[in-house]
């Protein structure tokens, strides 16, 4: 097994005709419907054809095998896929037939009035549907790797030292250490380390989802377009 494909680990699987196959295409599929539906809304779809489109992208997806000719040598799976949804919202009568056939192709459930919540708390209206997708892109990103290590916490039954260091991840406040300290009954150096900890840990989740979409040589310019995209949030 070459390093690319074990980097695209998580698009390899998906190619494949098996249980583990289809779970790893359900968590492509939910990583990526957002972030394509807030493009397709920002190109001027509206909520009922955003949805639409969106779901009958992956349907068509699905139909045609298009994820086979996801290529690591071709460059990130993102730009493949933020492609071939252009070119399939591009294709308007090949969307319309697969709007229709849709339901039948695929058993993924999107939550299109949560979607539409979030759409509605976009920032200005000045960015660009593609400026849309690798912003929600990059934020889909974040809150995946944030929902892993909460898991991990929790499995370690320290979900609560979780919620209470969670808020510095954004940045350093000494004030906010201190009444960590004193909540925690730790000391501020321990409290400081804690920390430490948690963003390291973050810092692997998010390499580590980043990884399983880009080839190995693609990584450090994948993780820098991610802090890039969200104004060095991490």
Request: aromatic fraction near 10%; glycine fraction near 6%.
């Amino acid at each position: 097994m070459t390093l690319a494909t074990t980097r695209w680990s998580v698009v390899a699987t998906a190619r494949e005709p098996t249980p583990e196959g289809r779970r790893a295409l359900e968590l492509l599929c939910e990583a990526y419907w957002y972030p394509l539906y807030a493009f397709a809304r920002r190109k001027g779809a509206s909520e009922h054809d955003a949805s639409e489109q969106t779901q009958a992208f992956f349907a068509d997806l699905l139909e045609r095998d298009l994820i086979a000719r996801a290529d690591p040598q071709r460059g990130r799976f993102r730009a493949f896929l933020f492609q071939s949804f252009s070119n399939f919202l591009a294709n308007s009568r090949r969307a319309e037939a697969a709007e229709k056939r849709g339901g039948r192709a695929t058993t993924f459930s999107f939550d299109a009035g949560r979607a539409e919540e979030r759409y509605a708390r976009e920032p200005a209206s000045d960015l660009t549907p593609e400026r849309i997708f690798e912003r929600r892109w990059a934020f889909t990103v974040l809150e995946q790797a944030l929902g892993e290590l909460r898991r991990e916490y929790e499995a370690k039954g320290k979900g609560a030292l979780f919620e209470r260091l969670e808020p510095c991840l954004l940045g350093d406040s000494l004030a906010r250490y201190d009444v960590l300290a004193a909540e925690l009954e730790l000391s501020v150096s321990n409290v400081k380390i804690s920390v430490h900890r948690l963003r390291q840990r973050f810092r692997d989740r998010l390499r580590r989802s980043v990884a399983d979409t880009v080839d190995l040589m693609e990584l450090p310019g994948e993780l820098r377009h991610l802090r890039e995209t969200v104004n060095g949030i991490y």
